[in-house]
């Protein structure tokens, strides 16, 4: 039986685009494969060498990924699977965590802990805004800033910007600060766990309150334990639902 090279020509043609757009993605893919495994390797060589890991993975992976992109400019090549690995991977990897996550957790004593984080994100934004105008910051950047805090960052910054017509200048300051302060909190929250004598659960309901990306909440988690991991997780999901309450 012959089949026509009409049937054949559009599936060739998609999968030459298929393999064309994977070959784009695989320099920038390699060098976070990269930057993931001396991760690993060094979270070994912590246990190995003190019986215990200071550094989890997910934290020296971004100080690896900060002194990488300080060394070295990546090319235009990597930027694409670069830009990958930080968007779609990364909106998977949280959409997997989210199906281990237990909403009991939240609701298991009624909506106390629900209405007690919204009302902390209302009390964070009002507290945010105020610090900001003291230091002399424009209204709409104290604005963008308090809100990227309290919510979810970046996300809540380019959904407020337009509401409040806030200009680029103030988008972009305000995108940087939230992104130095949550790199910040990753690197020092953990420190808490000693030095308050905290419980798994109690360090991811600081984590989960405290920390504007739900990626940096894993890392921020992570020395605690997989509850801490889950219920910090659960509690910044529930501040990225108060966005489009703020919005409106």
């Not at 064309?20 to 495994?37: D, E, K, N, Y």
């Not at 919204?118 to 003291?134: E, K, N, P, W």
Request: glycine residues 8%.
């Amino acid at each position: 039986m012959n089949i026509p090279n009409q049937f054949f020509t559009p599936v060739m043609v998609r999968s030459r685009r298929i393999a064309s757009h994977a070959g784009r993605l695989m320099p920038g893919i390699i060098l976070c494969l990269g930057v993931t495994a001396v991760a690993v390797m060094g979270a070994w060589a912590q246990r190995a060498a003190f019986g215990a890991v200071w550094l989890e993975e997910l934290v020296l992976a971004i100080l690896l990924g900060i002194v990488v992109r300080a060394l070295y400019a990546p090319t235009a090549a990597m930027v694409v699977g670069i830009r990958f690995c930080a968007k779609q991977l990364l909106d998977v990897a949280v959409m997997v965590l989210g199906l281990s996550i237990s909403t009991h957790m939240l609701f298991g004593k009624g909506v106390a802990l629900p209405l007690g984080i919204a009302l902390f994100v209302v009390m964070a934004i009002a507290t945010s805004y105020a610090i900001g105008r003291l230091f002399g910051l424009p209204s709409r950047m104290a604005t963008l800033i308090a809100c990227g805090n309290a919510i979810c960052g970046n996300s809540a910054i380019a959904a407020i910007a337009p509401v409040i017509h806030a200009e680029g200048e103030d988008v972009a300051a305000s995108i940087s600060f939230t992104a130095v302060l949550g790199v910040a909190l990753v690197l020092l929250l953990p420190l808490s766990i000693t030095l308050l004598h905290m419980q798994a659960l109690q360090y991811g309901a600081l984590a989960g309150l405290t920390v504007y990306a739900v990626p940096q909440v894993l890392a921020a988690t992570a020395p605690a334990g997989a509850s801490a991991v889950q219920f910090g997780t659960l509690i910044k999901l529930t501040r990225v639902f108060m966005l489009r309450r703020v919005v409106s």
